[in-house]
């Protein structure tokens, strides 16, 4: 499936097996993970096309779907089922629809997921109109996403609560805004935020670049990405999330203002990549940030496209987040003069099935020789 901006294989969670090292084992295989070009299975060679989705019907009342994200990378053998995916959320009810798990009855299907990475929830709505004497999802349509190509049907996504998701708390740190000490740099201020992606988010210009720079420019700056990922572990300590070396969140958002009339420029390592647009999560968080005085975000961001977060009447807003291949509307909602209290999170995104069929895993991976299980 297409999710958004990213890609993977889906499974049904039945199909999968129970025990959690024999799932990652299955889940390399089934990527080709690790190997730069991902040959041996069916990852795309980069982070935004090495992940999988697992869903199955959910045994929690009032939830529908359960969603299980996994993010494998080329050049090593980690499977990280800790953080969420927005972009591979939007196609778990199109998947969910082809396979049978959910049986539309109407012109458009909403479905309530949950993400079991975080126990995030979310409603997700397809089209589904009726064809041919029976339901569908639509893909068709006229919806552009940036970071995809052409048009397709939207898939609109309602969080219902991703304050804290991994961090255990919006504002993990206690406050909106910190200092930390960099190498080569020294202190440098960033806001430690979590509203569905734990993302650490600092001043471009406070680590020598603008930050309207390309991926490809940043990624060819190694001064940069050292600085970058000294700068990640020190607040992965920060905000309670212990030694983050071998995890792939916090994120990193640069910031800088914008360009294009939206709330601000961002840059998002993902975490040692940089992304070429902007995940669905880290979108949501970045406007989050937008909106709460003292933050970074909010000290860089374009006040006419925040708009008044902090007046009483004030309970929303529509934020444009601008990327390297667009921008990002992400739609939030507030307790009126409370913008640091999030009531609801709101976006479009697009997917696509690419393809069904059998995916060959090797009979080792499953059942391991005594040797292979030892190593």
Request: negative net charge; contains cysteine.
């Amino acid at each position: 499936m297409r999710g958004g901006t990213s890609r993977g294989p889906f499974f049904a969670r039945a199909d999968l097996p129970e025990d959690e090292e024999t799932l990652a084992r299955v889940l390399r295989a089934a990527l080709g993970s690790p190997h730069p070009l991902q040959v041996d299975g069916l990852g795309g060679g980069h982070p935004l096309t090495s992940k999988a989705g697992i869903v199955g019907p959910s045994p929690i009342s009032g939830v529908d779907l359960d969603f299980r994200f996994a993010q494998l990378q080329p050049h090593n053998d980690s499977v990280d089922m800790n953080a969420n995916c927005g972009n591979l959320l939007s196609a778990v009810v199109p998947f969910a629809v082809e396979t049978g798990m959910v049986v539309p009855t109407a012109d458009t299907t909403t479905v309530r997921v949950r993400t079991l990475n975080t126990g995030a929830v979310a409603e997700i709505s397809v089209r589904t109109p009726l064809r041919d004497g029976g339901r569908s999802v639509e893909y068709a349509g006229d919806t552009h996403i940036d970071g995809a190509p052409g048009t397709s049907s939207p898939v609109t996504i309602g969080f219902l609560d991703t304050a804290g998701s991994v961090a255990g708390s919006l504002l993990p740190t206690g406050g909106p805004r910190d200092t930390v000490e960099v190498p080569g740099v020294g202190p440098v201020e960033v806001t430690c935020i979590d509203n569905g992606q734990p993302l650490v988010i600092v001043r471009a210009r406070d680590l020598g670049v603008s930050g309207w720079e390309g991926p490809a420019e940043l990624m060819a700056n190694a001064g940069l990405r050292e600085r970058v990922e000294a700068l990640r572990l020190a607040c992965g300590t920060l905000m309670g999330l212990g030694d983050v070396s071998a995890r792939n969140y916090p994120k990193m958002t640069l910031v800088s203002p914008p360009r294009h009339g939206g709330a601000l420029t961002t840059r998002s390592f993902i975490p040692r990549v940089v992304h070429e647009s902007i995940g669905v999560l880290a979108a949501v968080t970045a406007a989050t940030a937008c909106v709460i005085p003292g933050t970074v975000a909010h000290q860089v961001a374009n006040p006419a496209d925040t708009g008044d977060a902090g007046a009483p009447e004030s309970p929303g807003a529509t934020l444009s987040i601008e990327h390297p291949s667009g921008v990002f509307d992400v739609e939030l909602g507030w307790e009126p003069g409370a913008p640091s209290r999030i009531t609801r999170s709101a976006l479009v995104r697009t997917a696509r099935a690419l393809m069904v069929g059998d995916l060959c895993v090797p009979l080792s991976v499953w059942n391991p020789s005594p040797k292979e299980e030892h190593r």
